[in-house]
C-alpha cells in the first residue's frame, strides 16, 4: 500500500485557515518521503490569500487542492427545514458527510479537523486494514482532557500543575 497517494482531508474557511496552517506543518513535518500526499480542502468562503498562504505548504510529495462545495450540496445544508444545522458549529464541518458524494473514485481516505496537530506519518494510519467496515475514527484527547487528568494525578501527589499545555485548537 505504501505506493498509493494517501488523499487527506479537511473543511474550512476563512475562520479556520490558521488552524489548518499549523495542521499542515505538522502534516508535513511527518510525511514519508517514499509516499504521496493529496490534500484536499473542502471550503467555502476561503479567500485566495488564505488559499495561497496554505499552497506554500506544498512538496514535492504534498500536494494541496481546493475544492468549493457546490451549490446543490449547499442546499442540503442550509438553515431551512434541515436537523443537521446547528449554531454551535461551523457550516463547513457538515461537508465531510459529502466526501464519498463528492470523490466517488475514492475507496478509501483519511479526515483531519483543522486543528488537528499530526505526529506521526499519516500513511501508516491510511494502511490500517478496515476490513467490511466502512468507518473508522481515532479517539481524541482534548488538551481540556488531559489537563484534567494531569490535575487529578498531581493532587493527591501535592505537584503544582502548571498551565503548560497548548489548547488542541491553538
Keep these: 500500500m505504501e505506493n498509493q497517494t494517501v488523499p487527506i482531508f479537511y473543511a474550512v474557511d476563512d475562520n479556520y485557515a490558521p488552524y489548518l496552517a ?3 506543518a505538522s502534516l508535513v513535518a511527518h510525511t514519508s518521503p517514499d509516499r504521496h500526499y493529496q490534500v484536499i480542502v473542502l471550503c467555502d468562503d476561503l479567500n485566495t490569500d488564505n488559499q495561497g498562504r496554505l499552497k506554500a505548504f506544498e512538496t514535492d510529495n504534498l500536494k494541496i487542492q481546493f475544492v468549493s462545495i457546490n451549490d446543490r450540496l449547499k442546499q442540503e445544508i442550509t438553515d431551512k427545514n434541515n436537523k443537521l444545522r446547528s449554531d454551535y458549529f461551523t457550516f463547513t464541518i457538515y461537508f465531510r458527510l459529502f466526501i464519498a458524494e463528492l470523490f466517488p473514485k475514492l475507496d478509501k481516505a483519511l479526515y483531519l479537523d483543522a486543528d488537528t496537530v499530526v505526529l506521526k506519518d499519516v500513511g501508516e494510519l491510511f494502511d490500517t486494514q478496515l476490513g467490511d467496515t466502512w468507518l473508522a475514527q481515532c479517539r481524541i484527547t482534548s488538551s481540556a482532557t488531559l489537563r484534567k ?3 487529578m494525578l498531581n493532587k493527591p501527589l501535592g505537584l503544582i ?3 503548560t499545555l497548548i489548547p488542541a485548537c491553538c
Excluded: A, K, M, Y
Design 161 to 163: 500543575h502548571r498551565n
Design 22 to 24: 499549523v495542521s499542515l
Design 149 to 151: 487528568r494531569l490535575t
